[in-house]
């Protein structure tokens, strides 16, 4: 017995909820382009791919935050001035997008789920304006029933908000579902709505291994969730 047949002994999950960012695209390219066309625009030196990488996971406010901060803390930033380098960040983003690639085996399960009839839904913390763009880019504008960005709800992961709703439109119990994450936020909000939750090895998770969070399972590629 697989450990993902120990959780649906039955049958598949009767619902998958994904994160999107370090779990179906890599998205770190442009969001450390446009990190650090905002961090040039104040006249300030470049992050780069291997700092942002650390940063993303908890919203572009957040992520611009840290940015501003130089550092994962972010408590010391001036308001005001987030706000404007936010408003800078999300034109640059919202501009060019276009280096995000979906991870090898996405395209694999995705059209797995769908065939099965698998209900399908994306809980990310970016925000819900790139989400019909993105998903067109990648052909999988199809895919969700269900889109939910970090502004979609006034709180975003690690709340269980987003999946507690999710699951009340799906009409699906928490042990039937399955959440697929890469981060802390992905792990605790699953945990805190009783899913059981795959992480992926590859992801963003601040630089951390996302094992020290005892996912109940953990794949190096989605296509291993076939
Ligand atoms: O925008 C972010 O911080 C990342 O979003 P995610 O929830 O899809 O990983
Ligand atoms: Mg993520």
């Not at 990310?124 to 979609?152: C, E, I």
Request: no cysteine; glycine share 6%; aromatic share 6%.
């Amino acid at each position: 017995m697989t450990r993902l047949q120990k959780f649906f002994p039955d049958k598949s999950p009767q619902l998958v909820m994904f994160d999107l960012d370090g779990t179906l695209i890599d998205s770190v390219p442009d969001l450390a382009a446009a990190v650090d066309r905002m961090l040039q625009q104040r006249g300030r030196a470049r992050a780069g791919v291997d700092k942002v990488r650390l940063w993303v996971g908890n919203g572009a406010r957040v992520l611009v935050r840290r940015a501003l901060a130089g550092s994962i803390e972010h408590a010391m930033v001036d308001e005001v001035e987030a706000d404007a380098a936010l408003a800078d960040f999300l034109q640059a983003y919202a501009a060019d997008h276009s280096r995000s690639q979906l991870y090898p085996g996405v395209r694999e399960y995705l059209d797995y789920l769908q065939q099965q009839g698998t209900p399908l839904a994306l809980i990310t913390n970016k925000p819900s304006s790139f989400l019909p763009d993105l998903l067109a880019a990648h052909g999988l504008q199809q895919h969700f029933t269900w889109v939910l960005g970090g502004d979609s709800l006034p709180v975003q992961k690690p709340d269980p908000a987003a999946l507690h709703q999710v699951l009340a439109e799906a009409q699906v119990s928490a042990r039937q579902a399955l959440f697929v994450g890469d981060s802390r936020s992905d792990i605790l909000a699953a945990r805190a709505a009783g899913v059981p939750v795959a992480a992926v090895t590859y992801g963003y998770n601040h630089g951390r291994p996302i094992s020290e969070e005892n996912p109940d399972l953990l794949v190096d590629s989605l296509a291993a969730l076939i």
